[in-house]
C-alpha cells in the first residue's frame, strides 16, 4: 500500500494547481489550516534554492474530531497533508497522505473506519484535478 495518491498535471500554473487543489479539497468537506511554502522557508533558513513546494495542511472538521474521540494522540497525525510541487518539464505534481497508510500504526478499529473514509475524500481530490 502506497503512503500517498498523487497525479502529474501539465500545461497549468503552479499557482493555478494550488488554487484548484485548495477549491477540490473544499469539495470535499476539508479546510486548509497551513500552507508551508517550502521553498521560501528554505532560501529563508538555508540560502538554498529548491523547486516550487507548498504544503497544504488539509482538515475536515467532522472526521478531526470523530478521530480524536476515537483516539486522543491521533491529533499528532493531523491535518492531512496535501503537496504541491514542481517537476521538470513545467510539470506540477500533487499528492495527498493516504490516512489508512498512517493509521495503521495506531491499533484502533474504529480509527481505521475514518481513516477509510477519509482516504476515499482525499484520493477523489487528487483524482479531480
Known amino acids: 500500500m502506497s ?3 498523487s497525479k502529474i498535471l501539465s500545461d497549468q500554473t503552479f499557482e493555478n494547481v494550488v488554487q484548484k487543489t485548495t477549491e ?3 469539495q470535499e468537506g476539508f479546510g486548509v489550516l497551513t500552507e508551508i511554502d ?9 540560502d538554498v534554492d529548491f523547486h516550487k513546494y507548498k504544503i497544504l495542511g488539509a482538515c475536515n ?7 480524536l474521540l476515537s483516539e486522543d494522540k491521533v491529533g499528532t497525525m493531523l491535518p ?9 518539464n513545467d510539470l506540477i505534481e500533487v499528492a495527498a497522505v493516504n490516512p489508512i497508510a498512517s493509521m495503521q500504526a ?8 475514518i481513516a477509510t473514509e477519509v482516504s476515499d475524500k482525499l484520493q477523489r481530490v487528487v483524482n479531480s484535478l
Open 3 to 5: 503512503y500517498y495518491y
Open 24 to 26: 477540490a479539497l473544499k
Open 38 to 46: 517550502l521553498q521560501a522557508t528554505l532560501k529563508k533558513k538555508l
Open 61 to 67: 472538521p467532522g472526521f478531526a474530531y470523530k478521530a
Open 80 to 88: 492531512c497533508n496535501v503537496i504541491i510541487q514542481e517537476k521538470d
Open 106 to 113: 495506531i491499533e484502533n478499529e474504529a480509527l481505521f473506519a
